[in-house]
């Protein structure tokens, strides 16, 4: 369906400008400078503003985005997510002035492949807040949001059941270094489903209901008499207390009576405790649990660091957790100086050696289906497999989470096309046969290493024909 | 000094009369109380014991088929250290249909952490906590008002009980109808700590598994002990559960008395308790034990010495017996004293030398006696070289620890200050003088 788009130009600068109604074609926008949403509902409005910081596209996600206020549904999520709020198109000045800044800094940005989608979280996040002059990360309490607190360049990545997994991100770009948290909040998550919106409530601990009743024990000193308040009513006077045991009224309390506790009874199963049990309900997935297994987390308030700043321009490689110390690999830089040597290798001997890649292109689907654990496991296994088909002096590193790198030395580039797509095949199975129904896109390449050019050169080449998802 | 041969040539000399005049009250009071008495129920008691075999497996039959439910009920103060041990030993009854309630009063120790998590693994059915304390009679009577089954044995939480106590306390109740409340059998844990305990546990064989034996014959057993006893659920009712102690284990088996129930001690239902390590620690719990005969015998209780319409002859030989040897006799020793002392002061040691070698005797058959009733007597044979010293031990420490206890509770009413129960109890039961 085309969509028609409007667009009003102040000076130089291109706006895309869309009304109430217009669904939002984010490819359209890509042609211009920023964004004016004008919708007077708010929830349209909402949808627009996430639909295109959500993008995985730099040059829409980072679009300078104004919206045309009638009403004031700005919160402060959209607040954070939009780069200012315009009540008449007489102010577009201020919008450009914001807007030239904004792409002006976005130019810096180095252009980078994609790793994991972990990474390529973060880096989106610091390229957001750096092209806005923003140093921090702030949480924002948000009942939209399935934890309750929402970090907006983010948490707009995520959908709605996945949003605990904004927390991991945030742990892992502060374990490297890029952003520092401070303490905020502690919060309790459902322990099923992570949601943080939960009832809490005081329940039986034999049944689990929460039909209770409560009633003061009264202690009569004269008689030692003790039971629940209701004992002590008299028949003839709702207000009178009367001992059952010695038939006294009960005059003064602290004197000839005393209340030592508190006693529950359950209207469901009849039992009698002292201690009821707190326990929160999901509002999302109906899970009953006792407080104690309630899956606590922190929240932070983040600061970006200089790695974090420099990061955002030259974008986050990969991220150590990623790959640590993964048998049978080299790190990136190691490989990188083994390269260098195998080159000078071949200046002195009369050597053919080779480069290659494998790249997975759908890594974020399957990554993101099968969840951290499980991609630790496939990527050990992965690199076992590939191991055992290439001689001990070739090197494999990652060049992300979804691309191997492989230098394949002393060998005709005719047999090390066939180790890799041999390698390729045995990927694609092992992949099938441990998720059912997934089917893995590869793409590989092979270059002969030239002892002419230098490594950086020939390992930009052979990358830059990875296919992008 | 006197040498072994003066001291037989002297009373080899002494003729019948004066020897009856010197010892009248060994011979008219003691002997034929603990050891005459005693040696005759307990032949009876086996002779019983043999005829009734049939009739008593017919009443544990019936009680196992009948299968009721026992509330076990424990009230306590800072008693956490002893549940876990004591929740072992009711888990192995062979009687298993009971429910356990423990009741903690304001302890300010661990006591409810641990009671919560034996709850929650299932040791104990309900915990109930007053978070002030009420005192022992309010925290028994908080369990019993959640108490749930037909008969409800009440556990002191420092004890612990052998495998068939359950069932061996119940079944009196299916062997005669007009039993109200049975007594269980307590023996010492701690014989060998000290000499203290020793001691006791030679006193726990003759006083409690011997004399209540023979006082639960004779109709007149009085005191069902707090440590183990087990009741009527309706009966406790009836009688509305305890009162202000302290002795409200013998106050409610008076109290069941006097409703026209019987009382019954069941030598084969054993317990384990554990006494005092010391003399002081023995002489603060006997004072207190003491205090509670003149309090409720002598003065609560008094009407079962007045004729009424519920006068029973049973009942006032219970309390008689009670107050006269506790008592009464207990003054009069005094008496007796002075009158050796004033009448016969160069003969004193020869006179102290025979009363102990009387007494010494007289333990030495009892315990003989006692071996007879106890579990594993084998066991208890190596306490025969401390017998010997239960003439002082009864003689002179109890006797005293008992005038100073009766004394004070007589002339000051002591028991009204005594920390056991606190001050808000103590205030309104010395006010409604009870
Ligand atoms: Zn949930
Ligand atoms: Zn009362
Ligand atoms: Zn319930």
Known sequence: MKTHISTIKYEELDFCYFKDNESIDVRAIIDFNAVIINCSDKVLANHAVHKIRSNNNEAVYLKPIFVYNKIDYVDQVMNELVDGVIYSLEQLGNSADTARKIILKSKDLVEVSYVSFETYVITKSLRYLYSRSKTTLEPIPYRNSKIGYYFPSISTNYESHDENKVLEVLKLAEDEGLIVGDFFENIYLCNNCFDGFLNYREVCPECGSSNLNSEDLIHHFPCAYIGPASDFTNEFNAYDMQCPKCSKMLKHIGVDYDKPAVIFTCHKCNSTFQDVVIKAKCTSCSTDTDVEYLAPREIKKYQLTPKGKYAAISGVANTKTDMTRMPGTVDKVTFDVMLQYEIERMKVADIDSNIAFIHLSNSKELYTMIGKDARMNLLTDLVQVTRNSIRSSDIISFDSSSTLLFSINESSIKDAEKVVEKISKLIIQLIKDNFKNFEAKISYKVHPLDSTISYQEQLKMLTSDIVKE | ?????????????????????????????????????????????????????????????????????????????????????????????TYKNFELII???????????????????????????????????????????????????????????????????????????????????????????????????????????????????LGIYAIISG???????????????????????????????????????????????????????????????????????????????????????????????????????????????????????????????????????????QFFMALTVVEKPKTKLKLLPYVPLMAIYNGYFLRIVRTIAHTRELLFRSSYNDPWNPPKSSNQARRLKI
């Open chain 2, 227 to 365: 440590a183990f006893g087990a009741f009527r659920k309706d009966i406790l009712d009836q009688v509305n559960g305890w009162d202000i102690g302290p002795g409200l284990d013998g106050d409610i088996t008076m109290k069941i008395r006097k409703k026209g129930y019987k009382i019954h001690f069941e030598p084969t239902a054993t317990g384990l308790t554990s006494v005092p390590r010391n003399f002081s620690i023995l002489a603060k719990q006997r004072l207190r034990w003491d205090k509670s005969i003149v309090r409720f015998r002598v003065r609560k209780h008094r009407d079962v010495f007045l004729p009424s319409e519920s006068f029973r002859l049973s009942n006032f030989v219970s309390s008689g017996e009670n107050i006269l040897f506790n008592v009464i006799l207990n003054f009069h020793w005094y008496l007796y004293g002075l009158d050796i002392i004033f009448n016969y002061s160069q003969l004193l040691m020869y006179i102290f030398l025979m009363n102990q070698l009387m007494y010494t005797t007289s333990n030495f058959l």
């Open chain 2, 1 to 93: 000094m006197i040498s072994l041969s003066d001291f037989i040539v002297y009373w080899e000399g002494v003729g019948f009369s004066k020897f009856l005049r010197l010892f009248w009250y060994y011979f008219i009071v003691e002997a034929p109380r603990y050891l005459f008495m005693d040696f005759i129920v307990l032949m009876f008691y086996f002779v019983n014991k043999h005829l009734k075999r049939k009739k008593w497996a017919d009443a544990k039959r019936r009680f196992f088929e009948e299968r009721p439910l026992v509330s076990v009920i424990i009230p306590g103060k800072n008693e956490g250290k002893h549940i876990y041990k004591l929740a072992r030993s009711l888990n192995e009854q």
């Open chain 2, 103 to 217: 009741v903690d009063d304001g302890s300010d120790d661990d006591t409810p952490i641990i009671c919560k998590d034996l709850q929650k693994h299932g040791f104990i059915d309900l915990f109930l906590r007053n978070d002030v304390r009420g005192g022992k009679a309010s925290a028994a009577n908080l369990a019993l008002r959640y108490t749930k089954g037909k008969y409800i044995i009440h556990f002191d939480a420092d004890c612990s009980f052998n495998r068939d106590a359950i069932e061996n306390v119940l079944t009196p109740f299916y062997y005669n109808s007009k039993i109200g409340a049975v007594g269980g059998n307590l023996e010492v844990r701690n014989t060998d700590e000290s000499l203290a305990t020793t001691l006791q546990t030679i006193e726990y064989m003759k006083s409690i598994t011997t004399g209540r034996i023979v006082t639960s014959h």
